[in-house]
């Protein structure tokens, strides 16, 4: 028998192979060179359109609709900024030719009516300095100027920057704007997809594709805005940990493998109606920021078109049906209008806050928001009792706290902080608290919280230890809801 060496084994299977039949066409290498480039810069440029196409509606929803973020506000001023380090290597090179990027950062684009376009920074200039802190070069030089603007944006004062524009060094001075406080960001997928983490917003380049117009696109944006604005990451987080107290407490007495099964059926509870309220309240963020909404709902159409899977959803799907999702839309349309027509908040409405445990400040109040701090010795509160309480496997311990109206009128809802202490003033951990139903003045409401050993992150053992009595209750209201309508938030 014949043994062929690996090697020569490949050159015989490719001469074996089908070749093509026609003569392959001669191009000059630096005539392909030359087209390389200008493609490069043309994909360079389409890049940076996608960028700066969605930097400026999510600019325009985060800072007209930040009443609707609730605390979860920062300030911006309007400016993307970037170095030659912050491109890809396979279009550094079109990003000096096509923008004359270098070494310090320099502004790639502005939101039309930002704060840094009113003081006059334009598109080209580089940054020398911030506020006096010369602006530094190099690889790292973009990440350390986001870091310092970070720190210097938190109080919100007005900002001096030295630029270069050409051979001019100017000083501007921009003053920045509220905004809430999540980053919009360009993602490099080519799949239809938009989504959020809870601190950021993410469209995929292909979704960008996807819209036809800036309603559309302002659509998918507020609705991941609006995820974020209603906590729904937090609150995924909160059901995954308590279906994954099943997961270990069977492994811990069966010593089965549940591969986390709870923990992701609970994750995903409610996935659908996280969606629907995302949509509502993202409807009402477009509104707040004055962007054109009658037509919006039309966008479930054309993604039922484009995804026929997605026209009737099961009890298993994560999202609503497209043909729900597009006739809850119309109707949230209808809401919106008839309180334009009455003159009433573009506010989404709220069920009882002891239901909506992740509704938004900013729109959890109803009614006439009072001036009046909120003063913490109008709900005095205290530890009336505490017992073991088992649940299913898990054994927790309930908490009964009181409340106190103290003040002059009576009470319809309220919530806030409950921080636990023992007598020494020691922090034994905190719990948010809220309580639905009429407490006339004088009265005291009673409110039970179960600790469980994983999910609450204080001294779950010393409070165990305590006698009720000997466990202190500082209470810090967030907003209170009187019963005649009027309502009072925490500054």
Not at 353 to 364: F, N
Not at 389 to 403: E, I, M, P, Q, S
Not at 435 to 450: I, S, W, Y
Request: aromatic share 6%; charged share 25%; with cysteine.
């Amino acid at each position: 028998m014949i043994r062929m060496l690996p090697g020569l084994a490949v050159v015989a299977l490719l001469a074996s192979c089908a070749t093509p039949v026609t003569q392959r066409v001669k191009v000059d290498d630096a005539a392909a060179e030359r087209e390389a480039r200008l493609q490069s810069e043309l994909a360079f440029e389409s890049l940076v359109n996608d960028h700066a196409r969605l930097y400026r509606i999510g600019h325009l929803l985060r800072t007209r609709a930040h009443p609707l973020c609730g605390d979860r506000t920062r300030h911006i001023i309007g400016a993307f900024f970037i170095t030659r380090h912050g491109v890809g290597k396979d279009l550094q090179e079109a990003a000096v030719t096509r923008y004359g990027l270098g070494d310090r950062p320099k502004v790639l684009f502005l939101a039309p009516g930002s704060t840094a376009e009113a003081a006059g920074l334009k598109a080209g200039d580089g940054f020398l300095a911030v506020n006096g802190w010369p602006v530094p070069a190099g690889a790292d030089a973009q990440k350390k100027l986001l870091e310092k603007l970070d720190e210097i944006l938190k109080d919100g004062a007005p900002i001096a920057f030295e630029i270069e524009r050409g051979a001019e060094r100017l000083t501007l001075t921009v003053v920045p704007e509220r905004a809430c406080a999540y980053n919009v960001a360009l993602s490099p997928l080519d799949a239809l997809n938009a989504f959020a983490d809870g601190k950021n917003v993410f469209v995929t380049r292909g979704m960008l594709r996807f819209v036809q117009n800036d309603t559309e696109l302002a659509l998918v944006v507020a609705h991941e805005l609006a995820h974020n604005a209603m906590r729904h990451m937090d609150a995924l987080t909160q059901n995954y940990m308590l279906g994954s107290i099943l997961d270990i407490l069977i492994a811990a007495r069966t010593g089965a493998n549940t591969q986390g099964v709870f923990g992701k059926l609970a994750a995903g509870s409610y996935s659908q109606e996280f969606e629907a309220e995302a949509d509502y309240v993202g409807l009402y963020i477009m509104a707040v920021s004055g962007m054109e909404i009658q037509s919006a709902p039309l966008f479930w159409r054309r993604m039922a078109a484009a995804n026929p899977g997605s026209i009737r959803a099961g009890y298993m799907s994560s999202h609503p049906a497209t043909s729900y999702r597009m006739l809850a839309l119309e109707e949230t349309v209808k809401e919106i209008e008839r309180k334009r027509t009455a003159g009433a908040p573009l506010q989404p409405e709220m069920k009882s806050r002891t239901q909506v445990a992740s509704a938004p400040a900013g729109a959890a109040a109803a009614g006439p928001v009072t001036a009046a701090p909120l003063a913490g010795e109008m709900l005095p509160a205290q530890v009336l009792a505490k017992e073991a309480k088992k649940t299913l496997l898990v054994t927790g311990l309930a908490l009964r706290l009181g409340f106190r109206n103290n003040a002059e009128k009576p009470l319809a809802r309220f919530n806030g902080i409950a921080k636990l202490a023992d007598e020494a003033g020691a922090d034994l951990g905190t719990l948010r608290i809220r309580h639905e139903g009429a407490l006339r003045p004088g009265e005291t409401a009673q409110v039970e919280q179960t600790l469980y050993p994983l999910l609450f992150s204080g001294n779950l053992d010393r409070l165990r230890e305590l006698p009720a009595e000997k466990i202190r209750v500082r209470f810090e209201p967030e907003s209170i809801e009187f019963s005649d309508g009027t309502s009072a938030q925490s500054r």
